[in-house]
């Protein structure tokens, strides 16, 4: 009973194929979140929800889009991909914007 | 401009010593600090958090400090053992809606 699961766990593409990666929390959290840990092992946040509304959207290319159906799911659809885009992706959840964050294994991209 | 910092990338200490890491920021004005542990190919794991007013957290072998003053959290393992070598991530939280800022991390290495 996963709390917080991706998918898929790797994705290899071409640049500028299209590609989304899925996430889903069973935590019954109101906030999920999108993070990006490049090469480096930096870890930042790219977009947050709060019951399905967007209420972070750091400076992402326009390229980046999520999307909640849901409270419990949050996916992010990428266009065009790029190389620079190659970073491993972690969905996270957490009851309220500050409160401890249940992070999800993440999804490596890899763009050739 | 506003930062956070992990001092060291990378730390290595004999068993059974105590580990310390240390976080300072920058030009925030944090609510509070968490600390996570991230494990190689997974996603941070969420260990303790503390608030702007306390200036200690306990946790088992765990021990967080807080000094507003000094802009500094230091993280603590007591009888340090193999199976805690992790990179370990600072994240403060700002005043406001803003989302949680991580560090870059420290990998500690346990040395039986």
């Known amino acids: 009973d996963t709390a917080v699961s991706q998918t898929p766990k790797y994705l290899v593409t071409q640049m500028g194929n299209d590609k989304s990666i899925k996430c889903e929390q069973n935590?019954?959290?109101?906030?999920m979140y999108w993070y990006k840990q490049d090469s480096k092992k930096f870890l930042k946040i790219m977009f947050s929800?709060?019951?399905?509304?967007?209420?972070i959207n750091e400076t992402v290319p326009n390229r980046f889009s999520p999307k909640s159906p849901d409270k419990a799911h949050l996916n992010l659809h990428i266009n065009s991909l790029e190389l620079g885009d190659s970073a491993v992706y972690f969905c996270?959840?957490?009851?309220?914007?500050?409160?401890?964050?249940?992070f999800g294994p993440g999804t490596r991209l890899t763009v050739t | 401009s506003q930062k956070i910092e992990q001092n060291s990338e990378a730390l290595n200490i004999q068993e059974g010593k105590t580990a310390t890491l240390t976080c300072n920021y920058t030009?925030?004005?944090?609510?509070?600090l968490q600390w996570y542990r991230q494990d190689p190919g997974r996603g941070p794991v969420f260990l303790l958090l503390?608030?702007?007013?306390?200036k200690e957290k306990r946790k088992e072998r765990l021990k967080v400090t807080f000094d507003t003053t000094l802009k500094q959290s230091l993280f603590h393992i007591t009888a340090s053992q193999p199976a805690d070598s992790a990179t370990y991530l600072c994240?403060?939280?700002?005043?406001?809606?803003?989302?949680?800022?991580f560090g870059k991390g420290t990998r500690l290495s346990v040395i039986a």
């Open positions: 996270a959840s957490s009851q309220g914007l500050g409160d401890e964050q249940y």
């Open positions: 935590l019954g959290h109101d906030t």
């Open positions: 929800y709060n019951n399905k509304e967007l209420i």
């Open positions: 030009n925030y004005s944090p609510a509070y």
């Open positions: 503390i608030r702007e007013n306390e």
């Open positions: 994240a403060l939280l700002n005043s406001g809606n803003t989302p949680l800022v």
